[in-house]
């Protein structure tokens, strides 16, 4: 959580954001993103948990935060059917777990890959791919 938070502490909100979590059932992909709302200072009364069944969250913090579950979607056309591409649009952070059905609608550069594997234990290994520090500010 410390990671996303620090991660999200240092977007600006002068555009969107992309970050796509990707990990097994389990490994971390929704309280990554609840880190990532802290810093964000998305309020604590708000119940940030993965939008399986709804699909789509949305909490108003310092940036909007847009919370994606593609888990249980059908193909990329049930994207638009959700408005999907109306947020590629907004301002603020766009946060997709089990994103395989929405790389074809994302940006071809900028967009954060945040792989989340499971270790022994409790351990997690998070690797970060297309993150720029310094761009970040962490």
Do not use: Q
Not at 27 to 56: C, H, I, Q
Not at 63 to 92: A, K, N, W
Request: aromatic letters at 12%.
């Amino acid at each position: 959580m410390a990671l996303a938070e620090e991660l999200a502490r240092g977007l600006a909100g002068d555009r969107l954001h992309v970050i796509t979590l990707e990990g097994d059932l389990g490994a971390g992909k929704t309280r990554f993103v609840k880190g990532m709302a802290r810093g964000l200072e998305v309020p604590d009364w708000y119940y940030l948990n993965s939008p399986t069944f709804t699909l789509v969250n949305e909490y108003r913090g310092r940036l909007p935060l847009y919370h994606f579950d593609l888990y249980r979607l059908g193909d990329t056309d049930e994207l638009f059917d959700l408005g999907f591409s109306d947020y590629l649009g907004e301002t603020g952070v766009l946060a997709i777990e089990w994103p395989a059905k929405a790389f074809p609608l994302l940006p071809e550069s900028g967009v954060v890959r945040v792989r989340i594997e499971l270790l022994a234990g409790k351990r997690r290994r998070i690797t970060l791919e297309n993150f720029k520090p310094r761009f970040y500010g962490c």
